[in-house]
DNA sequence: ATATGAAGCGTTATGATATAACGTAAACAC
DNA sequence: GTGTTTACGTTATATCATAACGCTTCATAT
């Protein structure tokens, strides 16, 4: 459906580590990951991230200055609508989200005060079910 | 009404400075400000900036790594309510606003989900009307 | 085939944001 | 006046992010 370009070796590197962990990660901790297969600096992740996440494969967490994989079953192809995500503070899961009634109130405000609205951040942070109990 | 505890000097010197300024500031900008007023490290801006959020007078602004001084009209004492921001990406302004349709939203997916809710992030980027034009 | 232009890469250096760990001093409760 | 709490000052360091440079690779227009 979506032709995707390729990914080069870097990103697909740095890809598989985001899906490969339990939670967001920073860069630095990517960095760490992928010593072995040959990262030395931090530019090398920097630059992956900025690739994939132009690409919507991965997600920037503004509140925790880390990065997540994408959790697949949406497409987002545009950047336009807004991802939510629910962070638990416990296990450090993180529930990617979108809620249309959400999108649609920030339309709303924005409509009011005629504030032409690009990127938006909401991240909730918390106990998911399993850590709450 | 709210009994707050009075601020300490340190405290009041970060507070008049975000006070005074046109939009959010980095804690090393207010360290610069503050150095005629004797500051000299960073830790007494980021012990200041704790306690002035903690008491709901300062809100940091995550997608800038940044604070700003609390708009007066609303009181959000006791931390529970979200606050939202847009900001606006040419002047650098930044509208503060709480709109109970979200705080309901909010709630009814924290609801289906079994998610405790903490803090929440609402930050909207984009353009204000002023500079849209 | 070859110039050329775009995108990615590796490296070094540096900038920007934030906290750890230590000891001291002031404020307060009892 | 002793013990506790809170803030403070200082040094050092951790963490997050980008600037600037030159090289390689690869598609493609000529």
């Known amino acids: ?29 990517i960095l760490e990951e992928l010593r072995p297969a040959g990262f030395r600096a931090p530019l090398q992740v920097y630059r992956a991230l900025d690739r994939l996440v132009e690409l919507g494969l991965v ?29 638990c503070e416990a296990c450090g899961h993180v529930t990617e989200f979108v809620d249309t009634e959400f999108e649609r109130r920030l339309g709303v405000w924005c ?13 909730i942070r918390g106990l998911c079910e399993g850590c709450a109990a």
């Not at 962990?21 to 920073?26: D, H, V």
């Open 59 to 87: 997600h920037r967490i503004e509140s925790l200055n880390a990065f997540v994989a994408c959790s697949a079953g949406h497409h987002h192809g545009h950047g336009e609508e807004t991802v939510a995500f629910a962070i």
């Open 1 to 29: 459906m979506t032709d995707q370009p390729a990914l080069t070796r870097n990103q697909q590197l740095v890809f598989g580590a985001l899906e490969g962990a339990e939670g967001p990660l920073g860069a630095y901790r």
């Open 111 to 123: 409509g009011r005060h005629a504030f032409r609205r690009g990127r938006t951040t909401l991240e």
